[in-house]
């Protein structure tokens, strides 16, 4: 599928935002937002960690206005445009509906609501649905849009974006200019929680990829191969993926690499774990058979609640395997 580029002439960008949620991935995309919008613009945040908002306050100064909300309602009453990315469905859903302090406790008349969670699709759509039965006369409108590309693409705002809308609609020109600001790649993916179907199908299959290749470059190094040396062989093979080029779970194969530092940063295997288990409880509700993915699950479980794994990025399923670790130097 080609991706779509429509024209920014016609495009008119909200002057003022609000960003919900500063962990690992949104701290980044938030700092791109602020960097990257005229200085006039202003940029409302919240998060649940002080230290986080202050952090960002200090280093987004010097860029333009960045105030602290007290709450999700006081951001949507300072915004026009909001993002939110926070971990899981339940916190979508506080973020929008907590009475007194949640979006919905605003006035959100004409609001443009932009939600990059990864989470499932039924939350995301019961607060698509209660935006829609509170708008008025001007309505407000939320999007699914979650990222692909980990901590490293917020960064250097490289991300693939999949949106919850179709390519056809005269709102995806505006959405592309918005979320270009933070990704290299938008994609329109058909409308409503179609966005997140194609997240956790990616994640599924990006998941078990990085755990197969895992397991045989751990039975490849048992078995006498160099690790970098079957890694260069690997790439023009049919073992062939991003994951043994960019993140070769070994350590030392990717210099460049979180896999390569200790697996620290990164993309955390717990989050690995719950995406897997989205995309399995959604190939249950439509009936697709699958075969590897309770396996998988099993394994980014064990890993998750292995002391030497938690909290680390979710290639380190490879040490959870006894892989062989060569010295880092």
Known sequence: MSQPTPSPSSVTLPTRYGWIGLGAMGYPMAMQLRKKLPTHNTLSIYDVNA????????????????????????????ADCVFVMVPEGEHVKAVFLTPDTGVLAADIAGKLFIDCSTIDRASSLAVGEAIAAASSSQPAHFYDAPVSGGTIGAEKATLTIMVGIAPSSPHFPLLHALLSLMGSKIYPMGGPSLGLAAKLSNNYISSLIALATAEGMN???????????????LKTCTGSSWINSDMNPVPGVCPNAVTSKGYEGGFKVQLMKKDLGLAIKAAEQVDAKIVLGHTGLEAYTAASDDP???DRDARVVY???????????
């Open 51 to 78: 230290r986080a908002l202050q952090s960002f306050v200090e280093e987004t100064k010097e860029f333009g206005d960045v105030s602290i909300a007290a709450s999700a309602k006081e951001v949507t009453e300072g």
């Open 319 to 329: 040490r959870w395997l006894g892989g062989v670790e060569p010295e880092v130097k």
């Open 219 to 233: 039975l490849g190094m048992r078995l006498g191969l160099d690790a970098k040396v079957f890694s260069e062989c």
């Open 308 to 310: 030497r794994c938690r």
